[in-house]
T-cell receptor, first 112, second 112 residues
Framework: EAAVTQSPRSKVAVTGGKVTLSCHQT?????MYWYRQDTGHGLRLIHY???????EKGDIPDGYKASRPSQENFSLILELASLSQTAVYFC???????????FGPGTRLLVL | SQWGEENLQALSIQEGEDVTMNCSYK?????VQWYRQKSGKGPALIIL?????REKRSGRLRATLDTSSQSSSLSITGTLATDTAVYFC????????????FGSGTRLQVYA
């Protein structure tokens, strides 16, 4: 069973502050993804990476940066947090293009 | 049925009943994945169906795929209270390699 962990599990941030969400996977998966989920809606892709030291933009990258310092770790960075970024954030990983995505437990972010 | 930015649908049924959830997708695909998300957890793949299968069964789950109408369904027979969750369909994205595009989801509440 693939293991994807996220930290923190929840966070309260102030508007304009910097927030870093972390994701760690232990299965040597190539691909990693960051999604956000808003209450009552599906998941939307923010950033993704298919190799260490490289990140790509997803569907809604504005206001977010990503960092993949190693195969195991993938971070999502909100340089200037805004109220509209209140959501639940999920990290996922997969081995190859056609394989299943394995999701972490999510980080609940509240921006005040 | 679910897709895109429509609000989450909700269904409430009694344990033992059968239920079917529908999903209509916008772009042609040859594979549909169904994920289940329990409260406080990340989504987890429960069944994957390809266009050459038309129907796929896994335990009490049954998925269908109709590429001509660009729709898929997920049926659960003899529901249990533990089936309570949000169910998403997902298809490969067209813009990002390996991306999944998620529907808005169906919230299923099964009462004991």
């Amino acid at each position: 069973e693939a293991a994807v962990t996220q930290s923190p599990r929840s966070k309260v941030a102030v508007t304009g502050g910097k927030v870093t969400l972390s994701c760690h996977q232990t299965n040597n998966h190539d691909y990693m993804y960051w999604y956000r989920q808003d209450t009552g809606h599906g998941l939307r892709l923010i950033h993704y990476s298919y190799v260490a030291d490289s990140t790509e933009k997803g569907d809604i990258p504005d206001g977010y940066k990503a960092s993949r310092p190693s195969q195991e770790n993938f971070s999502l960075i909100l340089e200037l947090a805004s109220l509209s970024q209140t959501a639940v954030y999920f990290c996922a990983s997969r081995l190859g293009i056609q394989d299943t995505q394995y999701f972490g437990p999510g980080t609940r972010l509240l921006v005040l | 049925s679910q897709w895109g930015e429509e609000n989450l649908q909700a269904l409430s049924i009694q344990e033992g009943e059968d239920v079917t959830m529908n999903c209509s997708y916008k772009t042609y695909t040859t594979v549909v994945q169904w994920y289940r998300q329990k409260s406080g957890k990340g989504p987890a793949l429960i069944i994957l169906i390809r266009s050459n299968e038309r129907e796929k069964r896994s335990g009490r789950l049954r998925a269908t795929l109709d590429t001509s109408s660009q729709s898929s369904s997920l049926s659960i027979t003899g529901t249990l209270a533990t089936d309570t969750a949000v169910y998403f369909c997902a298809t490969p994205g067209t813009q990002v390699v390996g991306q999944l595009t998620f529907g808005s989801g169906t919230r299923l509440q099964v009462y004991a």
